[in-house]
């Protein structure tokens, strides 16, 4: 089923409440009318945004083209044997609902992953982590339809090219793809990543190790930490954590001798965002309606009235700001449309 409106607001498509049109937005419920719609890709109006959940996209004007919203829904077990389960999962169900629906089954993988918004389809293209793992460590499968020609396709793990926060779906195929849906093989056995940070301390402050103390333990975390999008827009962290080089974090080291780091490779480590923009004193800091959250330097926000240019001014001055006191350049992890 399709539900075409032309001319419609975003505001409400967007965590950052930002309040842009669109010429035409179109809604698919199912992969076969997907592919109905884009059988006549040339009469759409151009350019095309495929949009999730809205959680890691900052509008800054109208959009003049079409976006197209999978809601595609369904989680099924495909394949099970003694050690894992294979969970087929539709690109429009709600990320965190999926991490819930594992958590209950005693399913584990996604745990980590709790309370990130957004919908499943999103999660393969940003390949989406939090406190040690990351979605590409539990997908096995994407599949989709190729915008061009309405071909389906299906990607392994492998294929999809996956790295920090990076896809294959970020680089050479984006903005020509819809994913449908995404198969997770999930471990029945006890399964924990606990190395990240102090997580383990404060779970253990919970009780015992367990699935659903894993899973609220880190939504306490977050929700400490980060504001509900519907009482101050925001995407979650705005900046990826940067991956830096021995010779730029020696420097670091120099004026920071505790700086928190986690090593990479060999030759790189990566250095928390939110740690350099606190340090450098954004943190709590506004310019005009846009801010950077008083709990979280990682998160920009909207105070009410911000647009997404308000943003990205902010953004941009945090940018300019942490290259010149750390010479590491931050990067943006929301997609600036």
């Not at 903005?175 to 995404?182: D, G, L, N, P």
Request: charged share 25%; net charge negative; glycine share 8%.
């Amino acid at each position: 089923m399709l539900n075409i409106q032309q001319n419609i607001s975003l505001k409400t498509f967007n965590t950052f409440g930002i309040d842009v049109k669109a010429a035409q937005l179109t809604i698919c419920s199912n992969k076969e009318d997907l592919v109905d719609y884009l059988s006549d890709i040339k009469k759409l109006p151009k350019p095309l945004l495929i949009l999730g959940g809205g959680s890691n996209i900052l509008f800054t004007k109208n959009f003049e083209g079409t976006i197209i919203y999978p809601r595609i829904k369904g989680m099924e077990v495909i394949k099970e044997d003694e050690a894992s389960i294979w969970l087929k999962v539709g690109a429009g169900e709600e990320w965190d609902d999926l991490v819930d629906y594992c958590v209950r089954n005693d399913w584990y993988g996604l745990e980590n992953l709790s309370y990130i918004p957004g919908n499943v389809g999103a999660s393969p293209v940003q390949n989406i982590g939090a406190y040690g793992v990351e979605a590409q460590d539990c997908i096995e499968i994407v599949n989709g339809v190729m915008l061009e020609n309405a071909g389906s396709f299906t990607f392994t793990k492998d294929q999809c090219q996956f790295g920090y926060r990076q896809s294959i779906f970020k680089k050479e195929l984006k903005a020509k793809t819809v994913i449908t849906s995404v198969i997770f093989k999930l471990s029945k056995q006890p399964a924990f990543t606990l190395n990240y940070g102090h997580i383990k301390e404060a779970i253990e402050a919970t009780g015992d190790i367990t699935l659903k103390n894993i899973r609220n333990t880190i939504i306490d975390i977050r929700k400490s930490k980060l504001p509900e999008p519907e009482e101050m827009g925001n995407a979650g962290s705005f900046f990826k954590n940067p991956v830096i080089d021995q010779e730029v974090f020696k420097h670091l080291l120099e004026d920071h001798p505790n700086a928190p780091h986690y090593p990479v490779d060999a030759d790189h480590v990566k250095v928390p965002a939110g740690w350099l923009i606190e340090t450098a004193g954004w943190k709590g800091k506004t310019l005009g309606p846009a801010g950077v959250h008083h709990q979280q330097a990682l998160v920009l926000v909207n105070h009410g009235e911000a647009s997404g240019l308000d943003i990205l001014k902010l953004a941009n001055r945090i940018i300019v700001d942490i290259r010149a006191q750390f010479d590491i350049t931050l990067e943006p992890e929301v997609n600036v449309i």
